[in-house]
């Protein structure tokens, strides 16, 4: 094809006016992206300062979604913190009710305590969470990237897990199974082939979506290289989950701090090699597969049993006996108005969320409600590495970058 410049200085009509390239203005300018833009999920707004396309500046301001949790938790008691719990990742709630009982347990001397059936149903109902933040993650990741197809199968799978979860819990989403001693009641009648089944009619739903987007052109360029982070880095900012194990760091809380019956199943671990958002895809999609895997030991394993810690401290009696003894009703009484009464203390306990280490720290004073709590949230950590992995990318790229690290916000809590 001739030179456009040629042609046009060819034609007699035309004026010349130079090289237009080299006269045009050049300065640096700055834009919003967010927080009312599709990508940053109506949270978070991003300050960009651009050199054309290219970004060399930016401010991620993630403060649009006050849930206020550590001073909510101040003023409710240790029960009552539960619900605050399900809206700080409230695409996995499970594992968050988890991790505040295991913090309470730890203060009041239970963790050796609980009944094993009731941790077997704490792992089989965060795994289940687990798998639903990581088909929402790839499922919208790739729906931003234009990918809608995997989006629609992803997230019909993951209604499929709310719907179980709901029969579980009584809730779809928020779900304030656990307690401190246990959980709330134990699994439905016929869960274990209902969640078999949706297991079954899972599996090729993952491989579906791994052969549509795994060597999709547009997809890959989209992503391959993109966002790269080095372990170093990682480790050095605290990032966990997917985002390290992306960078190649053999690092789960399962398995290097093990907890509940996690010591009792088998599953590997996935890492990456490069760091960027296409490892940060395959890890997730690998970690679906040993949700599974984990899911089908726990369901053969489970033991028969309470699902409750016999203790009258954190137990309440049975509704029968609180409408027909004294005894009872005062005991049911002094639980939910009082609360359960703490030892005096501190405590910290860190599972793996599906985003990576979350940790609960509890200042105990000796009464029914804590005196200071603090979480430790996996989205507030690593979207605080989001500044500099979009540092000399172009906006374009802001998408998958922003979308892999799969902020929550209501972690990004302080």
């Not at 029960?79 to 913090?103: E, H």
């Not at 002094?334 to 280490?357: C, L, Q, S």
């Not at 409600?369 to 605080?384: N, Q, T």
């Not at 989001?386 to 000399?392: G, K, N, Q, V």
């Amino acid at each position: 094809m001739a030179d456009l410049k040629q042609l046009v200085l060819g034609r007699k009509d035309v004026q010349d006016f130079g090289d237009t390239e080299a006269e045009m203005p050049h300065d640096l300018m700055t834009i919003n992206m967010g927080p009312s833009h599709p990508a940053m999920h109506g949270t978070v707004r991003i300050v960009l300062t651009v050199d054309g396309e290219r970004i060399v500046r930016s401010d991620v301001q993630p403060g649009y979604l006050h849930r206020c949790f550590e001073k909510e938790v101040e003023h409710a008691t240790y029960t009552q913190a539960f619900p605050y719990t399900d809206r700080l990742n409230y695409v996995s709630p499970m594992i968050n009710n988890c991790g505040w009982a295991m913090a309470v347990e730890k203060l009041m001397g239970l963790t050796h305590r609980i009944p094993k059936r009731a941790e077997y149903i704490r792992v089989i109902a965060s795994e289940m969470s687990r798998m639903t933040d990581h088909l929402t993650c790839i499922g919208a990741s790739a729906m931003e990237l234009g990918a809608f197809g995997p989006f629609l199968f992803f997230l019909k799978a993951r209604e499929w897990f709310y719907e179980l979860l709901e029969k579980v819990s009584g809730a779809r989403l928020t779900h304030t199974y656990v307690r401190v001693g246990g959980v709330g009641k134990d699994l439905p009648d016929n869960f274990a082939p209902e969640l078999i089944a949706l297991l079954d009619k899972t599996e090729p739903i993952i491989v579906e979506v791994e052969t549509l987007l795994l060597n999709n052109k547009i997809f890959r360029d989209r992503v391959a290289g993109v966002g790269a982070m080095s372990a170093e880095t990682a480790i050095r900012t605290g990032c966990g989950g997917p985002i390290l194990r992306a960078c190649g760091v053999d690092y789960d809380v399962r398995k290097d701090f093990p907890y509940s019956v996690y010591p009792e199943v088998e599953f590997d671990v996935p890492v990456g090699t490069t760091g960027d958002c296409y490892d940060r895809y395959l890890v997730r999609l690998e970690e679906l597969r040993q949700c599974i895997r984990i899911l089908r030991q726990c369901l053969r394993q489970i033991p028969d049993g309470p699902v409750m810690v016999d203790d009258h401290r954190v137990a309440l009696p049975p509704k029968r006996d609180t409408y027909n003894t004294i005894e009872s009703m005062i005991r049911h009484f002094k639980h939910i108005v009082d609360g359960i009464k703490v030892p005096a203390g501190e405590a910290y306990t860190f599972v793996e969320g599906g985003n990576g280490e979350l940790g609960f720290f509890i200042a105990a004073d000796g009464t029914g409600r804590p005196y200071k709590a603090y979480v430790r949230s996996p989205s507030f950590v690593h979207l605080s590495t989001a500044s500099a992995l979009i540092h000399d990318h172009l906006i374009a790229d802001v998408v998958p970058i922003f979308g892999m690290i799969n902020m929550i916000g209501g972690e990004c809590d302080k």
